[in-house]
């Protein structure tokens, strides 16, 4: 009796291990970032992409980038400037740790989240599971 037990429940686990696999990859995908190089600036391309991808304020994702990398920043239409040369690991690793602090629910994970503003405070909202969690201003 306990042979088909088993082989059922190794079918189901196996199930559950694909399932989780496809889930843990995220549905939200960056795009790559286009970064040229012009004298001592460093244009990136498409950086109207990821604030519309994410769903953040533009002006507020350019603050974070320009305060960890250190360096004046503008933006011209769909590219940000900026000053000093800074390479295409750089914004990657920015913009994954920006999705965690920022954009990732840390109950359920998920991405559809938006901020909200309560005195002077920012929540995350998960528009998933419905949590709200406080997020460190930066």
Known sequence: ???PYDELLGRARSGLEKISKKSTLS???LPEPDVIWVGNKTILRNYGAYPRTIRRDPD???MYLAKELATAASIDGERAIFIGRKDKQS???L???YMQENVLCP???S???HLEKVNRLYFIICEACGARSAVRTT
Request: charged share 30%.
């Open 95 to 97: 913009f994954q740790k």
């Open 1 to 3: 009796m306990s042979r």
């Open 107 to 109: 109950v359920c994970g």
């Open 27 to 29: 549905r939200l995908e």
């Open 111 to 113: 991405p559809d989240t």
């Open 91 to 93: 914004f990657t690793q």
């Open 60 to 62: 507020k994702l350019l």
